[in-house]
């Protein structure tokens, strides 16, 4: 075959609203406020494939780069010879360690992660070298040309191994990554009634749809402008200033189009690499990596191992909870520390539990790193503490929804840090609720004719025509934290300018709050539109050009952007009112917006007159730094203090037909209740409500990484598999809203509680159905069938 | 090699086309037609169906020069010449059934053959016509909503 030649035309990167995807689309009335459900701005580009996502954009003389990486979980970099790459024609650079100017570690918790490996390398996957091209083929061909040697070292696979002091130290302070200790109440409980167990969750990957991907394009004076898609673009800018070496006024980031993100694109992938490749060559870099360089590319949910003990009494009120959680980070830390948080502290279930003895271990070993997945941490605890909890009520002979309503969590509880939960949580109500839900119809009798093989375990694979089939009905509960924890400085920043264009107020919102498909833009309208009462609402492109975000993660933008959104937006009113006043020469009067108008406060009265009419040539624009409560560390040897903001609850109720001949599973229903506070764009939750459910199907019976010796067997998604529309039921939602007095409108984070009991509801059903124990996830059809 | 194809109506040419690439690489990167996405790039995902000669193919499986003299039609081809949404595409706005908006251009094109084929397509038979689309962030209920939503306003339209 000859050699590839250059490629061109594509998609600018995002300079233009238009481009990157988040153009107004003015709504009027009420239409647009919260409460409503407008359409998302970016609607009308997604569904005419104009939208720009990272992998889409292009430049006149832009190049492509990829990287190389390594083939062992642990070695020693003895040489890397890239003479034969460098010579490949249509190569422009090939960089090595040698070549990150700055400090050449990135990370988000603790920088332990090389930009490109220097000298060891800790997983299969790690990166070691870059090459830019001309063509993506042409710089694979060169990159499969560098020579690299390597000296194998034995690998730690194990994550409870990897603290045994025999084991291979991965990094200088050993591989210990974090021990949560949680001590609370009697530390020698006793209790009528015992159950232990222990349980796995495999390796899940966030598998979002665009895979990472972004533009790195040289300012000609030593600095770069990178467009990349990503959650955080602040971390991000952090990060990336550190490897060049170079001050956040050269290295501006602009969100590019985020095809999903899930926690997976919280750490960095190809930034700096691009920006190197950008900076070395002198021209426009792009990096889109493939399907499978994708799963080596980003961190996947820490699989873990837990054991469990606890006691009650035979009345069925919980009196203790021990547990040993083991939670395996992979090679680099990302934000093991923080999941170990979250898995410790929520160890025990949305329940009261005067006795708490916890143990939450994170570690390093030469696996895949793990990292951030919605639901983070508190998803893989929930699979213990809901198998514990059908346990118990089995062993009390208690009905199991009746059992977890008996010590529910409510309002008012202290959680296991002795942290008081101070808003609604209605644990109880939402188990009810999904109880009383209808159920689907019967199962389809094996006799009948005329069998809907789509309706059945196997499907079309005309395994079974109703024959051999049972069916259960199972329940869970979860509990997560809203925003970041433990005393971390969670703040958002908002710009708000509101103007007279063309005759008409326009207010344009500025955030750095990467919208990744969730809807935030929306979001983000909405909330000035119920402020300020002008239907016209640009929200311009997310970029490092005003203050921090924060992450989009741990369900956290409509709480904390939207604080900063709305608050910007009361302070442009305020100086609105100024004008008003001054105008009206009423020093005293109180005022409010609506349609465009402003309007007197008291009901009754009609408008004063157009909101452009007192603005005329002024423009206000407010920026503000949002910050909610905050937080404090927890002790460190007891675990004990209020390490978070807010709690988020959802419950599942799943109902699952399995082929138990045959092991084939198929759910029938996954119904879900869960506080959102208030729901500010009801469309929008009961759509991360379905894809949080979803999510959490797909580790219950289908996802898992497989991962052997720390090589990663099924980076593809014809081996990794994600469910499909035939794989996910009808869900029935049922969004309660109870406001939580503290956060901005009463909002409840909404995104990954869903993620958090569905899996452990579905396998519970599975259990029903069945009889098992099944205590791994996903489960397999071995898993039930027995068969090695 | 030279690849002449007439995609959305409108004749494309592209030059100097390397035999290893696929028509999912061509149209993106040569042609300016990003639109069909690039989620897998294995045939697993759906996201680059695209309509090849009439049927709907993963653009990424067809190698380039197969598409040669083929007329194509991609989600940028679905609107009318002025712009004005297919029923398919505004229901899937209006149903929520976008999120990242990842899959959405397969999803389009892959409802869209579904509903020439099928004007009224029970649930089960929207299930089977899309389990070849692989979405991540909507659970699939909105989609279907979406489908039903297009069904049923083509369905008034005839």
């Not at chain 1, 993506?136 to 060169?142: D, G, H, N, S, Y």
């Not at chain 1, 708490?356 to 951030?372: K, L, Q, R, S």
């Not at chain 1, 010590?407 to 296991?416: I, V």
Request: aromatic share 6%.
């Amino acid at each position: 075959m000859s050699t590839p030649a250059p490629v061109r035309p594509g998609r600018k990167p995002g300079v233009d609203p238009a481009d990157a995807g988040i153009a107004d689309v003015g709504i009027a009335g009420e239409n647009g406020k919260i409460g409503a459900s407008p359409a998302r701005p970016d609607g009308r580009l997604k569904v005419t494939g104009e939208f720009a996502y990272g992998s889409d954009l292009w430049m006149d003389d832009m190049i492509w780069g990829v990287t190389l990486r390594s083939p062992h979980p642990h070695a020693r970099i003895t040489s890397i010879g890239i003479g034969e790459a460098l010579a490949t024609a249509g190569v422009y650079a090939v960089l090595t360690a040698d070549d990150v100017p700055g400090q050449n570690v990135c990370g988000l918790e603790h920088p332990d992660q090389p930009v490109l490996a220097a000298d060891l390398v800790r997983y299969i996957g790690e990166p070691v070298a870059l090459v830019a091209a001309n063509h993506p083929e042409v710089a694979r061909l060169a990159a499969s040309k560098i020579v690299v040697g390597y000296e194998p070292l034995p690998p730690v696979t194990d994550a409870e191994a990897a603290l045994d002091p025999a084991a291979p130290q991965l990094h200088p302070a050993g591989n210990l990554l974090r021990h949560l200790k949680i001590r609370k109440g009697d530390q020698a409980p006793s209790a009528d009634v015992v159950i232990k167990g222990s349980y796995q969750i495999g390796m899940q990957d966030q598998a979002f749809l665009g895979p990472e991907a972004g533009l790195a394009v040289p300012d000609g004076t030593g600095g770069v402008d990178l467009y990349v898609s990503t959650q955080a673009l602040h971390v991000d800018q952090q990060q990336v200033c550190a490897a060049l070496g170079l001050p956040a006024d050269r290295v501006r980031l602009t969100l590019a189009g985020v095809g999903g993100a899930f926690g997976g694109r919280e750490d960095l992938s190809m930034h700096v690499h691009a920006c190197l490749l950008a900076l070395y060559t002198g021209k426009p870099v792009k990096m889109v990596y493939s399907r499978e360089e994708s799963f080596f590319g980003h961190v996947h949910r820490h699989p873990a191992l837990i054991r469990y003990e606890h006691g009650a009494d035979n009345d069925g009120t919980l009196k203790y909870v021990k547990a040993a959680i083991y939670l395996d980070g992979g090679a680099y830390a990302s934000s093991t520390s923080a999941v170990v948080g979250n898995a410790g502290t929520m160890g025990a279930g949305p329940y009261v539990v005067p006795n708490v003895h916890i143990d939450c271990y994170g570690v390093y070993t030469n696996n895949p790193p793990c990292g951030a997945m919605r639901g983070f941490g508190s998803v893989q605890a929930a699979f213990g503490y809901e198998a514990q909890m059908d346990k118990l009520a089995a062993a009390l002979g208690l009905d199991p929804v009746e059992f977890r309503c008996k010590n529910a969590m409510e309002q008012g509880s202290a959680g296991p840090t002795g942290q008081i939960i101070d808003s609604p949580a209605p644990v109880a109500e939402l188990l009810r609720r999904v109880e009383q839900m209808p159920l689907p119809a019967a199962q389809p009798s094996p006799t009948s004719n005329g069998t809907d093989l789509r309706l059945v375990p196997g499907g079309v694979g005309n395994t079974t025509h109703g024959e051999g089939i049972a069916r259960g009905v199972g329940y869970a509960v979860g509990y997560k934290n809203v925003g970041f924890s433990e005393g971390f400085d969670d703040y958002s920043t908002a710009r708000v300018r509101l103007e007279v264009v063309a005759g008409q107020p326009v207010v344009t919102v500025h955030t750095a709050a990467a919208e990744v498909g969730q809807g935030l833009v929306t979001i983000e309208q909405q909330i000035a539109r119920t402020e300020l009462g002008v239907s016209q609402v640009v929200v311009v492109p997310k970029d490092t050009g005003v203050g921090s975000a924060g992450s989009t993660s741990a369900s956290r933008q409509t709480y904390v952007t939207g604080g900063a959104v709305k608050q910007a937006c009361e302070q442009v009113r305020d100086r609105l009112f100024v004008l008003v006043r001054q105008r009206l020469e009423q020093p005293a009067a109180q005022f409010r917006l609506a349609d465009g108008q402003v309007w007197p406060a008291s009901a009754d009265a009609g408008p004063l007159g157009p909101i452009g009419g007192f603005l005329g040539d002024t423009v206000i624009e407010q920026t503000v730094q949002w910050r909610h409560r905050p937080t404090e560390p927890v002790d460190p040897e007891t675990g004990q203090g209020s390490a978070h903001v807010q709690y988020a609850f959802a419950a599942h109720r799943a109902v699952v037909d399995v082929d138990t001949e045959l092991g084939l599973i198929k759910v029938i229903a996954l119904d879900c209740a869960q506080d959102v506070g208030r729901a500010l764009h009801p469309q929008a939750v009961v759509g991360q409500i379905q894809g949080g459910s979803a999510q959490g199907l797909g580790l219950a019976v289908m996802e898992e990484i497989q991962v052997r010796d720390g090589r990663i067997r099924n980076p593809s998604f014809t081996d990794y598999l994600i469910p499909t529309i035939l794989d996910v039921p009808p869900m029935r939602i049922d969004v309660l809203e109870y406001p939580d007095p503290h956060a901005p409108y009463g909002v409840r984070g909404v995104g990954e509680p869903p993620t958090i009991s569905s899996g452990p509801a579905i396998v519970a059903a599975i259990r029903a159905a069945t009889g098992l124990d099944l205590d791994r996830i996903p489960v397999k059809p071995e898993h039930i069938t027995g068969t090695p | 090699m030279r690849v002449t194809a007439t995609v959305n109506g409108v004749e494309h040419q592209a030059d100097d086309v390397w035999p290893g690439e696929s028509l999912l690489f061509v149209l993106r990167e040569r042609m300016g037609l990003p639109g069909s996405k690039n989620a897998c790039e294995q045939g697993e995902c759906g996201s680059c169906t695209v309509y090849l000669d009439g049927v709907p193919v993963c653009a990424c499986l067809v190698a380039a020069g197969q598409a040669d003299g083929c007329a194509i039609v991609t989600v940028e081809g679905l609107a009318d010449a002025d712009g004005g949404l297919h029923p398919v595409q505004q229901a899937f706005i209006e149903a929520g059934a976008v999120q990242c908006g990842f899959c959405t251009p397969g999803l389009l094109v892959a409802a869209h053959d579904l509903l020439a084929r099928e004007p009224d397509p029970a649930d089960a038979d929207i299930r089977e016509a899309l389990a070849g689309n692989l979405c991540r962030c909507t659970g699939y209920e909105k989609i279907l909503d979406a489908v039903r939503l297009a069904a049923s306003r083509l369905g008034e339209g005839r």
